[in-house]
C-alpha cells in the first residue's frame, strides 16, 4: 500500500511539476510517462538520459534540467512528457557503461495518440 502511495503521489508531482512541451496545440496531443530504474543501490541513475525522436526527425534529450522525480527509497525515476504531439516516436535510453555493468537496452517504438497515456517502465541493469 505504501508503494502505491508513493507512486501516487510521484506522479502527482512530476505532472505538477512539469512544463509542456507542446508542438502542437491541446487536441492533438498526449503525455508519455518514462519512468526507468538502475538497480537497488540507483547505479549511475543520475547520469542516464534517453533520447526521444519523432518521426519528423526531431531528437530531444530528456531529463530536461529538473523536470524528473526521484524515487530514493526504489532508486527510480519518473519523467512526465506532457502535451506530447501525436504521431510516432523512437525512445532510445543513453547509459554510461563503458565497463559493461549494464544490458544493452534495444529502442522501443511509441505510438502517441490523441488524448493518450503511455507508460514505459525500463530496468536498466
Keep these: 500500500m505504501k508503494f502505491i502511495y508513493c507512486y501516487l503521489c510521484l506522479l502527482y508531482l512530476a505532472f505538477a511539476c ?3 512541451f507542446a508542438e502542437h ?3 492533438d496531443t498526449g503525455t508519455l510517462i518514462v519512468s526507468y ?10 547520469r542516464v538520459r534517453f ?17 524528473y ?6 532508486a527510480s ?6 502535451d506530447l504531439a501525436v504521431g510516432n516516436y523512437t525512445l532510445t ?10 544490458e544493452d537496452i534495444p ?15 525500463q530496468s536498466i541493469h
Design 107 to 121: 529502442e522501443r517504438k511509441i505510438t502517441i495518440a490523441k488524448n493518450s497515456l503511455v507508460k514505459i517502465d
Design 69 to 74: 522525480v526521484d524515487d530514493e527509497e526504489c
Design 93 to 102: 535510453f543513453l547509459v554510461p557503461n563503458q565497463d559493461g555493468l549494464f
Design 37 to 46: 530504474h538502475t538497480g537497488p543501490k540507483g547505479e549511475r541513475l543520475n
Design 18 to 20: 512539469v512544463p509542456s
Design 51 to 67: 533520447m526521444l525522436s519523432s518521426e519528423n526527425c526531431i531528437d530531444s534529450l530528456y531529463p530536461k534540467g529538473n523536470t
Design 25 to 27: 496545440n491541446n487536441e
Design 77 to 82: 525515476r519518473l519523467v512526465v512528457i506532457d
